[in-house]
């Protein structure tokens, strides 16, 4: 009756490579994996909302909203961070700007400048049909 929705695993694989010393003018819509090892100005979020990972390096930096199923992050992010199951924030990650997560990891000596919310699951409403006694 009361079952905890177990968080998705993390996707291992990385289908995608933004790599350094690349820049990236605009917003990036991906499926499955991303790396970014250089640098976002713009959006970075898996295209309809699907699940998918995203991994931003230690010299990697995003300007612009991060929305993605799964995120870690040893990186600079200047915006605000959704991450709808699971956020790991690094060692050396620098975020400036609002964190909502659902579950969060995060290591000494991370840094976030702004506010960490926890997103609740989604509660879906159970319909209940009532009957009358007596047929009515």
């Known amino acids: 009756m009361f079952e905890r929705r177990k968080a998705r695993p993390p996707q291992k694989r990385i289908d995608s490579l933004i790599g350094a010393g ?3 003018q605009g917003n990036v819509m991906f499926a499955g994996g991303l790396r970014i090892d250089g640098a976002v100005d713009g959006k970075v979020a ?3 909302n699907a699940p998918g990972t995203l991994v931003i390096s230690e010299h990697a930096r995003v300007d612009g ?4 199923s799964h995120v870690v992050i040893n990186g600079a992010v200047s915006g605000p961070v959704t991450a709808t199951d699971y956020l790991e924030l690094q060692a050396k990650a620098r975020v400036n700007g609002d ?3 659902r579950t ?3 290591h ?3 840094i976030v400048q702004g506010k960490l919310m926890h997103a609740e699951p989604e509660k879906t409403a159970s319909i209940v049909e009532l009957k009358r006694a007596g047929g009515e």
């Open 99 to 101: 964190v909502v997560y």
């Open 22 to 24: 690349t820049v990236v």
């Open 65 to 68: 909203e991060v929305k993605v």
């Open 108 to 110: 000494v000596g991370a």
């Open 104 to 106: 969060l990891e995060m």
């Open 46 to 48: 898996t295209a309809d």
